[in-house]
């Protein structure tokens, strides 16, 4: 359901949680549309100074690429999210370390790349993940771009 601000309409969802099964290839998780209503906000956020037209009944980009690429964007960030095991009902608050070593036997592995997981963990719950942020930018939907009319 979109949101109503004055005259205009933000979206809740940019993806169903089809659209997030298909793109896994698996089920989606039970906590799916709370992914994908987080991921969207997300988007949004980073996408708010690109300029496109919207439906202004649903607040969806008219543009197929544009929609496409957005909703896609947003089905990125909620698999990297779910793969990572983030909920968002934390609010942004990790909950969970990355493990940074292991016991086997009287021996203990420890794992070198720990703290380089921890720092993208956290900044995949922060921001954009890589891949979520190619897809918008190379629709020129994240700014600075410049706007041409004509």
């Given at each position: 359901?979109?949101?109503?601000?004055?005259?205009?309409?933000?979206?809740?969802?940019?993806?169903?949680?089809?659209?997030?099964?298909?793109?896994?290839?698996?089920?989606?998780?039970?906590?799916?549309?709370?992914?994908?209503?987080?991921?969207?906000?997300?988007?949004?956020?980073?996408?708010?100074?690109?300029?496109?037209?919207?439906?202004?009944?649903?607040?969806?980009?008219?543009?197929?690429?544009?929609?496409?690429?957005?909703?896609?964007a947003t089905i990125?960030?909620?698999?990297?999210?779910?793969?990572?095991?983030?909920?968002?009902?934390?609010?942004?608050?990790?909950?969970?370390?990355?493990?940074?070593?292991?016991?086997?036997?009287?021996?203990?592995?420890?794992?070198?790349?720990?703290?380089?997981?921890?720092?993208?963990?956290?900044?995949?719950?922060?921001?954009?993940?890589?891949?979520?942020?190619?897809?918008?930018?190379?629709?020129?939907?994240?700014?600075?771009?410049?706007?041409?009319?004509?």
């Amino acid at each position: 359901m979109p949101a109503y601000y004055g005259n205009f309409v933000v979206p809740t969802m940019l993806a169903s949680i089809t659209d997030f099964a298909e793109y896994v290839g698996t089920d989606a998780p039970a906590n799916a549309t709370v992914l994908l209503r987080s991921a969207t906000t997300l988007v949004l956020r980073e996408t708010r100074q690109a300029y496109y037209d919207v439906d202004p009944l649903t607040g969806l980009a008219t543009d197929a690429q544009i929609g496409g690429a957005l909703k896609l964007a947003t089905i990125i960030q909620a698999a990297a999210w779910s793969a990572i095991n983030y909920d968002p009902l934390t609010g942004g608050v990790i909950t969970a370390d990355v493990e940074s070593s292991t016991k086997m036997l009287s021996s203990t592995i420890v794992f070198a790349d720990a703290a380089a997981a921890a720092q993208s963990r956290s900044e995949a719950v922060a921001g954009l993940v890589p891949e979520a942020e190619r897809v918008l930018e190379l629709n020129n939907l994240l700014i600075p771009n410049p706007w041409t009319f004509g």
